[in-house]
């Protein structure tokens, strides 16, 4: 399965997942730094691959973090369409639709807590 992921200068960087179907993906974990997506992918068999946008970044600049979980929202996160203009990011658009709200936020916290623990020890 292929998504893409974008960098600050919204240039496409296509990913080839372990996975062949949406449902098989258990998590998403976005980080944006300097307007590069780093994602995190956690997979239900247990395994995970994280990416990095960007190959040579000269400033890091922490511009947020957001989960996606559960097929369908996972689903509109890989077919996210980008409706800015030239002057627009991506990874900025795509953050803003995709951010929780602070009740969503305040139930998945502990979801996004193991999610870190498992991108610190794979």
């Known amino acids: 399965m292929k998504v893409s992921i974008y960098d600050y200068a919204n240039r496409e960087i296509e990913v080839n997942l372990p996975v062949d179907k949406i449902e098989d993906i258990a998590s998403i974990y976005v980080t944006i730094i300097s307007g590069d997506e780093i994602v995190a ?23 947020g973090s957001y989960v996606v979980i559960g097929s369908d929202k996972i689903k509109k996160w890989i077919e996210f369409e980008f409706k800015g203009t030239n002057e627009d990011t991506v990874s900025y658009a795509r953050q803003e639709a995709f951010y929780l709200d602070e009740d969503e936020e305040e139930e998945e916290e502990d979801f996004a807590d193991s999610i870190n623990m498992f991108l610190q020890n794979p």
């Open 41 to 63: 992918f956690s997979f239900k068999n247990g395994k995970g691959l994280t990416v990095d946008s960007s190959d040579c970044r000269c400033m890091d600049f922490y511009d």
